[in-house]
């Protein structure tokens, strides 16, 4: 049975950046600019599922959480209904005045996290790979943030690139002096020596430094700890460890949208995904995306329909799409990131 307890929900696709790798630029054909409103979370999914979520990742595959108009009230809301309910949000934490970022930190509390996406160190290398970024916008927002919570756990996340690969270190010094809990590097694998049909044999934003690629056909990440600050989720990822032994010992399977730990995926037009991979605007997922629209959509069946429908047990459990084929193999699960960690 696919996992429900973690939801990854893109509350926006809008964004006001222009990623060269984020799939608005890749596939901006089917790109539609929706916000989920307050009035879905409160009638389309209602306050007895809620109850029953452990955690909420705000993130999405072609928007900002941070540019849904009513985000703080869907998060004010969500922990008046769950207030043990885990939030983590992923933004560029571009354009949005310091009087914002105050409000959001009365909201949250040490049951979440925020996570920076921030690949460069000052306005002119940040924009090389996140254009239309707003440092002094950033900035101000964190060091407001920082004001008004101290206890929500706070994530500089960075990719590696060509442009930033000497000055990750440079970058570490920062998030401390900023009071970031934790500094996280993440190995993508959107490169031309992975990719060379879609980014060419010479790929400028590609790291030189080989080590900083992912191996696979999935991210990799390395952290630093900052601060003795634990970080939420602890109990999660150890529920989400031994669902993964269960798999290992079953010897059918090798989802991890059986575990939990990606989350599963609604997307701000209210179409449920086992993951967010297999939601992305890209043709190899056309099979998903047709499910998605009618058969997996929130706004026209309720959640106890689609997550009793019969293909979970049946079509679903072939993994045989592009995306579980390369990304979640049944040797994927003896590593415990891949495991434990969204």
């Given amino acids: 049975m696919i996992a429900w307890d973690h939801w990854h929900i893109e509350v926006s696709s809008v964004c006001a950046l222009k ?3 984020c799939p608005r630029a890749e596939v901006p054909n089917s790109l539609l ?12 999914i209602g306050e007895k599922v809620i109850q029953n979520i452990k955690k909420i990742t705000f993130c999405g595959n072609d928007g900002d959480p941070i540019y849904n108009k009513e985000f703080i009230e869907i998060c004010e809301w ?4 769950n207030p043990s309910l885990s939030l983590v949000i992923i933004t560029n934490g571009s354009n949005k005045l310091p009087e914002w970022w105050s409000r959001l930190g009365k909201v949250l509390n040490d049951n979440d996290e925020i996570n920076w996406s921030i690949d460069g160190w000052d306005q002119a290398s940040n924009e090389q790979y996140r254009i239309n970024s707003n440092w002094q916008s950033i900035e101000d927002g964190i060091k407001s943030f920082n004001v008004s919570n101290s206890l929500t756990y706070r994530v500089w996340a960075s990719i590696g690139f060509k442009f930033n690969q000497d000055h990750i270190e440079r970058q570490i010094q920062i998030a401390t002096a900023f009071g970031f ?3 996280q590097l993440t190995k993508s694998t959107k490169f031309g020596s992975k990719y060379p049909s879609v980014y060419g044999n010479n790929d400028v934003l590609e790291p030189t430094r080989q080590t900083l690629v992912a191996s696979g056909h999935r991210f990799e990440r390395e952290n630093t700890i900052l601060t003795t600050k634990e970080r939420p989720g602890s109990k999660l990822r150890m529920l989400f460890l031994d669902r993964a032994s269960q798999l290992i010992r079953n010897k059918n399977y090798s989802g991890i949208c059986l575990i939990g730990n990606k989350g599963l995926f609604l997307n701000s037009l209210g179409e449920l995904y086992p993951c967010c991979w297999t939601a992305n605007r890209y043709e190899h997922n056309t099979a998903w995306h047709t499910l998605a629209k009618r058969q997996f ?10 997550i009793n429908d019969s293909f979970w047990n049946t079509e679903f459990l072939k993994f045989d799409s592009l995306e579980c084929t390369t990304k979640c ?3 994927k699960l003896q590593d415990i990131s891949h495991t434990s960690e969204w």
């Fill in 329 to 331: 193999t049944a040797e």
């Fill in 297 to 306: 959509n929130l706004k026209l069946n309720t959640f106890d329909q689609i």
């Fill in 33 to 44: 600019n929706r916000q989920l409103p307050l009035t879905f979370f409160k009638e389309q």
């Fill in 19 to 21: 990623c060269p790798r």
């Fill in 181 to 183: 809990d934790l500094f």
């Fill in 78 to 81: 969500l922990k008046s209904v």
